[in-house]
């Protein structure tokens, strides 16, 4: 009898083994044809602007947008959008603008956030019209590196990119100048404004088409994820943080080949807090995203070791509120080539 369980257990952990490599072998669905979010082996990450590089200048704004491209060289702009009360899709963090400009006067902002701690002074932007929104200097609060307020007093805030930046308009600034430009953005409208939100936002790229195949959307509202998977199946989608938790699983179990998730770009931190942390930093993530020809996006990384930890696993992109110092941290890997 002794031996007859051996054998058994023998045979289970032989099926269990063979079963593991079979699924590791065979290779898997890819999540997306032709990825323009990866990287080439060997090639350095790509520079994704997050908020437009809000270390560097006002976040969102045209300004930031300008400085991100023509002087560090981003390869994307990442922000997130919202609709306003009269149907333009805006780049802001929050949903509410008071702690990016001067909606309240001549407040500092520690007394803007304690204003805003009661949720009936924000003002929101689904409660205002562009051009109601665009008569604010959104560099208000901006400061530079000796902590300036160097946009405080700017009068023409068009002039100077200090206005709420729309989609149209950051698409109509780079389109011909830029025709690669990507593009990462998030729908932060839940509900019918999301779903309008994604209406907009697929007949804005109606006018700039090169752009549809260069651009991955994001939520976090379950609704709007529905949405543009059923409805507009050709804009390409990063992963909900559910589908991007159940990919990381099955990679760690080796259990890749049964994630069935059809994403683009896999957008992570470089760990998990989930009562312990979880480091993400793998390059066995990476190995087994991009077996999918899927993007692998670290997030936010502004600190100039863990960007060179990340460019050596061989990332696609590193997010950063700093372009600046990620295009320094770059150098010094294209000065070795």
């Not at 400061?143 to 805030?157: H, Q």
């Not at 100048?177 to 839940?190: A, Q, S, Y």
């Not at 804005?204 to 709007?224: A, R």
């Not at 390409?236 to 760690?252: H, P, V």
């Amino acid at each position: 009898m002794k031996h007859k369980g051996l054998k058994i257990t023998a045979a289970i952990l032989t099926f269990i083994a063979l079963f593991m490599v079979t699924v590791n072998v065979i290779p898997p669905k890819k999540s997306t044809e032709n990825n323009p979010f990866i990287v080439a082996d060997g090639d350095l990450p790509m520079i994704a602007a997050h908020r437009g590089g809000g270390d560097n200048n006002p976040e969102n704004t045209m300004l930031a947008f300008r400085e991100a491209i023509n002087s560090y060289g981003a390869d994307i702009i990442e922000s997130d959008l919202y609709l306003t009360k009269d149907g333009y899709l805006v780049y802001n963090h929050d949903s509410y603008i008071d702690e990016t400009c001067n909606v309240n006067g001549d407040l500092t902002l520690e007394e803007v956030e304690e204003l805003c701690d009661n949720k009936e002074n924000r003002h929101y932007i689904k409660d205002m019209t562009l051009s109601e929104l665009r008569e604010y200097n959104f560099g208000y609060y901006f400061e530079n590196e000796e902590g300036e307020r160097i946009y405080k007093d700017v009068i023409d805030l068009e002039a100077t990119g200090l206005q709420i930046a729309t989609v149209e308009q950051l698409f109509d600034e780079f389109y011909e100048t830029n025709p690669g430009l990507l593009f990462i953005v998030e729908i932060k409208d839940e509900g019918e404004r999301g779903y309008e939100a994604c209406r907009i936002l697929a007949e804005t790229l109606n006018k700039y088409p090169e752009y549809e195949d260069q651009i991955v959307i994001g939520t976090f509202h379950d609704e709007i994820e529905v949405e543009l998977r059923e409805k507009y199946p050709h804009l390409m989608r990063g992963a909900s943080t559910g589908s991007a938790a159940k990919f990381i699983l099955t990679q760690f179990v080796g259990l890749n080949i049964f994630d069935g998730g059809d994403f683009t770009c896999l957008q992570i931190p470089m760990s998990y807090d989930l009562g312990i942390e979880v480091a993400l930093d793998k390059a066995t993530i990476i190995k087994r995203a991009h077996r999918r020809n899927i993007a692998v996006q670290y997030w936010t990384i502004n600190d100039p070791d863990e960007m060179r930890l990340l460019i050596e696993l061989g990332v696609d992109c590193i997010m950063t509120d700093n372009p600046a110092l990620l295009r320094e941290v770059l150098s010094e890997y294209e000065a070795k080539n």
